[in-house]
């Protein structure tokens, strides 16, 4: 079955330093990747996508994600946080064909320390 | 573009009654939608799929009697919590997929419903 997993549920960073949020999936075809963040009490945001092609993404607000297939791995980074990055991450993945249902991951909460 | 509303933002009322929350896809046309519910903290947990003009799929151990979907046309969804309980209190977001080159889900920004 396929599975989302986010290692981490808080991670902590001072201003300036690099954000590295990690996501893992379990799947038996190299699914669709997304990350997402979410403010509170509002909906979730685009960062990223993987579909296919260049595995190396780039998305808004400097973020960026790798797609390694031999890790099964799909993490976020950043490499210098603002502390407007502060929210809640998502990583989902859904499968390349058929059902368009995500599987979410269980979020990763960035707090940036001043 | 492809912009998804949820209306109302907010919403309290007294248990035992029903509630609506509208999902509308402003500038493009949805053949599906998705309901997910999120509890404080946690993740976003699938309710259902609803496809235009027919039943929507609940997820297991979601209630289809309790959580009415009705997905009447290509741009709107409408989610009612019957009866509702303060349990029911949660966090809603409505997603809308776009087929075609993007082939992703765009999110609503939520309802917070509060039974009281």
């Known amino acids: 079955a396929q599975s989302v997993t986010q290692l981490g549920s808080h991670v902590s960073v001072s201003e300036g330093a690099l954000v590295l949020l990690r996501c893992n999936y379990s799947s038996s075809v190299p699914p669709y990747l997304f990350w997402y963040v979410q403010y509170p009490n509002q909906g979730l945001q685009l960062l990223l996508k993987?579909?296919?092609?260049?595995?190396l993404v780039k998305g808004i607000n400097g973020f960026e994600a790798e797609f390694k297939k031999s890790e099964t791995s799909f993490h976020l980074t950043k490499p210098s946080a603002h502390m407007s990055d502060a929210a809640e991450y998502f990583c989902?993945?859904?499968?390349?064909?058929?059902?368009?249902?995500?599987?979410f991951g269980t979020g990763t909460r960035l707090k940036v320390l001043a | 573009g492809a912009v998804v509303s949820q209306h109302p933002s907010r919403v309290i009322c007294k248990s035992g009654t029903s509630v609506k929350i509208e999902c509308r896809s402003l500038?493009?046309?949805?053949?599906?939608m998705f309901w997910y519910r999120q509890f404080p903290k946690q993740s976003l947990m699938l309710m259902a799929t609803s496809n235009e003009g027919s039943k929507a799929t609940y997820e297991q151990g979601v209630e289809k009697d309790k959580f009415l979907i009705n997905h009447a046309s290509l741009t709107l969804s409408t989610l009612t919590v019957t009866s509702a309980h303060p349990e029911d209190s949660s966090f809603y977001i409505c997603?809308?997929?776009?087929?075609?080159?993007?082939?992703?889900?765009?999110f609503g920004p939520g309802t917070r419903l509060t039974v009281l």
């Open positions: 993987y579909t296919t092609g260049a595995t």
């Open positions: 989902a993945a859904r499968r390349p064909s058929g059902t368009y249902k995500y599987i």
């Open positions: 500038d493009f046309q949805a053949t599906t």
């Open positions: 997603s809308a997929f776009l087929a075609g080159g993007l082939n992703e889900q765009f």
